[in-house]
């Protein structure tokens, strides 16, 4: 009842998103609560990129935390295909001078977090970071760590909010809005529909469903990209 889209999907049988499995995000992410047209860059505050590399279809997310220890993610990179890291490092740059020129001036911080595999040597002289790292970007990364664990810090995000301060109207006082701890521009709409149905885990002909989610090379990078800048970010879950 809470999401109007997966209502027709799962009990009136619609066309949604055709995945064959339980959705990774089922039950935490509701697209009314969590998407929200009102997110802005804030210059003020550190921009967070979280990075997929891949020559096929590398990924980028564009996120800021706000005062109350929310993730927002303002902007994704999903149209690339078949790019090596250089031009990826360019076009996500190009991107962020155009669509937040601040970010990164007057001793303002950008924040970079990827895949710990970039760390490994590649049949070119250098390894994916050390290439990114040439381009004038410098990708920090976790040691390698259970999918899982992350996947937990983003759901947990997800289903916890915080009380803000809301106008006060009238000179009656300031009144508080519940307001989730993870939400999304939805410009994002690869991401969007990644955390709503796409990211699955698999189910098998025996009827039993998977543990581990699909690497299907579509859904699957944007939420790494995601899921590497939340573990960056808060830490894995306890």
Not at 28 to 33: G, K, L, P, S, T
Not at 124 to 135: I, N, S, V
Not at 167 to 185: A, K, N, S, V, Y
Request: net charge negative; proline share 5%.
């Amino acid at each position: 009842a809470n999401d109007p889209v997966a209502y027709d999907m799962f009990v009136n049988g619609l066309d949604g998103i055709d995945v064959e499995g339980r959705p990774v995000f089922m039950g935490h992410f509701v697209r009314d609560r969590h998407v929200d047209k009102h997110l802005r860059f804030n210059p003020e505050r550190p921009l967070i990129r979280g990075w997929d590399f891949g020559y096929q279809n590398p990924r980028v997310i564009f996120a800021q935390t706000d005062d109350q220890g929310s993730f927002n993610v303002l902007a994704e990179i999903s149209h690339l295909q078949e790019v090596f890291i250089e031009e990826f490092v360019d076009a996500v740059k190009a991107f962020t001078v155009r669509h937040m020129p601040l970010a990164g001036t007057a001793g303002r911080t950008i924040q970079d977090f990827g895949d710990y595999a970039g760390n490994q040597q590649t049949d070119k002289e250098h390894t994916t970071l050390q290439r990114a790292q040439m381009r004038g970007v410098m990708i920090h990364t976790r040691p390698n760590t259970q999918i899982e664990s992350g996947l937990d810090v983003i759901r947990k995000l997800m289903s916890e909010s915080r009380k803000v301060p809301s106008q006060d109207i009238m000179g009656l006082g300031t009144e508080f809005l519940e307001r989730p701890r993870f939400r999304i521009h939805p410009r994002c709409e690869e991401l969007i529909d990644a955390v709503a149905y796409g990211y699955h885990y698999p189910q098998y002909k025996n009827g039993q469903v998977g543990t581990v989610p699909k690497k299907d090379n579509r859904y699957d990078h944007i939420v790494d990209a995601l899921r590497y800048a939340v573990i960056n970010t808060f830490g894995l879950a306890d």
